[in-house]
Structure formats: structure tokens, C-alpha cells
């Protein structure tokens, strides 16, 4: 009999398609209507799926916890529905759909980045833009605008009120996206004004959450390349989920490029996935996202101790860090 892990690891692509299916296919969403269940033919019917073969996908998906099975009719597994509901501040349906169409197709050619040094960035000038293929259309945009703030709204929010931030008067958001940290951070900060800098592209995605929060008088947008422009002078600079898409001499040059246009006295954050010291250690989500990210963009997670260096060698006086009940944890910089 094999080995448990060596079972996880030959099976879990299969895991993989299951979850990303059921959310592709609409059986999540057809469950959480009918939480009394449904049985194959009925999920099929209303689905247009051919129940033979659904049922086989239906069985798997009990096997791996997603569903349970009642007599005849399959329901949401109660711990996987906060984060397969639509209307749940938990919600990852998103980021299934982002994985199903990017990352799981990418890691697929894993091997082959190890031996091709290969970077599937697309230039602008010398500095080249991650997200050129990512922002190509509006659907692509919104899908990985809701990945990245379902991703990151919760740990933001926590991370936010262990923050003394009162002395504070403004915040720039750099690739700031649709505002999961900004958005917490202005609910929670009155006396900041907001900033987010992003391409664009984005400006939409933001512009409606911000108005969805009535926050439109104090959280701004607007538009620019951090790479081809200034950033906006401000007191505070707010780098979430955007170094881990850079090599470290990039995230060293953009943390430098802020320094230049911090106030005197102002704070650089930094909030990521960490590393253990000991990267063997994991923890398992940034090491499986570490792969991801090489596979997709040549980005890299790291550690806390790597964060604490690119602060200090961009000119931090000081640096702490604030750790999240989350996968997502908070690296400042006093400058």
C-alpha cells in the first residue's frame, strides 16, 4: 500500500479539478440554493450535465469533503459553505476560478521552468508589467480583482486594528487593486486620506467598492505604472500582495523608489504570505503559492527576516512585524 503522502501527492490533481468543476459548473452555487439537497439526476437536469458522469464527480467530491451525501441527495459540507457563498466575507469562488484558469494550467509546465529560465513577462521598456496578459479584458480584471480582495479583505481588516496609525494624515496604496486593505484601513482611520495607485484597468473595480463602502470622499483613486511614474508623496505606503510578484532586486528598487517620496517620519507596510525561517517548514499555502508564483509571474514569497532586510537596506530606521490570524501578515518599516 503506499505511503499516505505519496497518495496526496499523486492523487491531488485530482482533488484539484474536482473543487475547481463544481465551482465552474455551477454545482456549488445550484447547492447552496437547495440546501436540502439534490440527488445526480436533479443537479443534472438543472445543469445540463450528463448524469452518469456527474454522479462519478459528485461521489469524488464527498470523498474529498466538498459535499456530503444524504440517501440519495449531495449538500455542501457545512465547513466548506462560508467559503463557497457568494454573499460570505469568506468567499474564495473567485480565486477557485483564478486557479482553474491559470495557476493549475501553469504548474503544469513546473519541471520545465526549472530548466528554462523563461520569463513570460511582457515588456514595457526595460521594466516589464506582470499584468499586461492578466488585464487583457474586463472579465479577467474583475475575476482577479475578486480573488485578491476575497484573498485578502479579512486578514487586512484584523491586521488594520492592531495598527496605531492616529498620527497619520495620508496613505498611498501601491498596486493597491480594489482596495482590500485600503478600504479597511479608511473605515477604520478617519483622519487618513487614501490613495490607491494602480494601472488603469483597475479603476472601475476600485471606484465600485470604494462607493459600495461610501467611502468616496476620503479613498481616491488613481491611475499609474509604479514603475514608469512617481509615486504620490504620502506619510504611508502600503505594499500588499505586490512584492511577492517581483524578484528581490525589483522589490528592493520599488521599496527605494518610495523612500523618495515618503514624508519624513513615514512608514512602509509590507503585507504578505511569510515563509518559516526555515522554508522547508512551509507553512504548506505559501509554499504550494511560492511554486504558483514562479510558474506564473517569476515572483517568490519569503520571510519574515527577508522582508526585515529589504526595509532596512531601502533605509528603514526600524522595522516590526504584526502577524494575522490569516495566511497574510504585516511587515512595517519606519522611515
Known amino acids: 500500500m503506499l505511503?499516505?503522502?505519496?497518495?496526496?501527492?499523486?492523487?491531488?490533481?485530482?482533488?484539484?479539478s474536482v473543487l475547481c468543476s463544481c465551482q465552474s459548473l455551477g454545482i456549488?452555487?445550484?447547492?447552496?440554493?437547495?440546501p436540502n439537497g439534490l440527488d445526480a439526476v436533479a443537479i443534472g437536469v438543472e445543469l445540463g450535465l450528463l448524469v452518469d458522469r456527474l454522479e462519478r464527480l459528485l461521489d469524488m467530491s464527498v470523498l474529498v469533503g466538498l459535499l456530503r451525501k444524504?440517501?440519495?441527495k449531495y449538500v455542501i459540507s457545512p465547513d466548506c459553505v462560508p467559503f463557497l457563498d457568494k454573499s460570505?466575507?469568506?468567499?474564495?469562488?473567485?480565486?477557485?476560478?483564478?486557479?482553474?484558469?491559470?495557476?493549475?494550467?501553469?504548474?503544469?509546465?513546473?519541471?520545465?521552468r526549472l530548466i528554462e529560465n523563461n520569463d513570460e513577462r511582457d515588456g514595457v521598456g526595460e521594466k516589464k508589467s506582470v499584468?499586461?496578459?492578466l488585464y487583457s479584458s474586463k472579465s479577467t480584471i474583475e475575476g482577479f480583482a475578486d480573488a485578491m480582495w476575497n484573498l485578502g479583505v479579512k486578514a487586512s481588516t484584523e491586521l488594520v486594528n492592531k495598527l496605531d496609525l492616529s498620527k497619520y494624515k495620508s496613505l498611498v496604496d501601491v498596486g493597491g487593486g480594489n482596495g482590500s486593505?485600503?478600504?479597511?484601513?479608511?473605515?477604520?482611520?478617519?483622519?487618513?486620506?487614501?490613495?490607491?495607485?494602480?494601472?488603469?484597468?483597475?479603476r472601475d473595480s476600485a471606484e465600485r467598492k470604494i462607493n459600495q463602502f461610501k467611502l468616496g470622499d476620503r479613498v481616491f483613486f488613481k491611475e499609474g505604472d509604479f514603475w514608469c511614474e512617481e509615486l504620490p508623496a504620502a506619510d504611508l505606503y502600503v505594499f500588499g500582495f505586490i512584492l511577492s510578484d517581483w524578484s528581490d532586486d525589483d522589490g528592493l528598487l520599488l521599496l527605494s523608489k518610495a523612500k523618495e517620496?515618503?514624508?519624513?517620519?513615514?512608514?512602509?507596510?509590507?503585507?504578505?504570505?511569510?515563509?518559516?525561517?526555515?522554508?522547508?517548514?512551509?507553512?504548506?499555502?505559501?509554499?504550494?503559492?511560492?511554486?504558483?508564483?514562479m510558474v506564473e509571474i517569476n515572483g517568490r514569497h519569503r520571510s519574515e527576516a527577508e522582508y526585515?532586510?529589504?526595509?532596512?537596506?531601502?533605509?528603514?530606521?526600524?522595522?516590526?512585524?504584526?502577524?494575522?490570524?490569516?495566511?497574510?501578515?504585516?511587515i512595517g518599516g519606519v522611515f
Do not use: W
Not at 486593505?181 to 483597475?202: E, S
Not at 503585507?271 to 503559492?289: I, M, Y
Open 3 to 16: 505511503s499516505k503522502e505519496l497518495t496526496d501527492c499523486m492523487f491531488g490533481y485530482v482533488k484539484t
Open 131 to 133: 499584468f499586461t496578459k
Open 70 to 72: 444524504v440517501e440519495t
Open 88 to 112: 460570505s466575507d469568506l468567499y474564495q469562488g473567485a480565486f477557485i476560478e483564478y486557479i482553474e484558469s491559470s495557476s493549475y494550467v501553469k504548474l503544469s509546465n513546473l519541471g520545465k
Open 28 to 34: 456549488f452555487s445550484l447547492l447552496l440554493r437547495k
Open 261 to 293: 517620496s515618503i514624508n519624513e517620519g513615514g512608514l512602509m507596510i509590507i503585507v504578505e504570505r511569510l515563509f518559516d525561517d526555515e522554508k522547508s517548514n512551509g507553512p504548506l499555502e505559501t509554499s504550494a503559492q511560492d511554486l504558483a508564483m
Open 308 to 330: 526585515r532586510d529589504m526595509l532596512i537596506s531601502a533605509g528603514a530606521g526600524s522595522t516590526f512585524i504584526i502577524k494575522s490570524s490569516y495566511s497574510k501578515h504585516l
Open 181 to 202: 486593505f485600503a478600504i479597511p484601513l479608511a473605515k477604520q482611520y478617519t483622519n487618513i486620506g487614501v490613495t490607491i495607485f494602480d494601472l488603469k484597468q483597475v
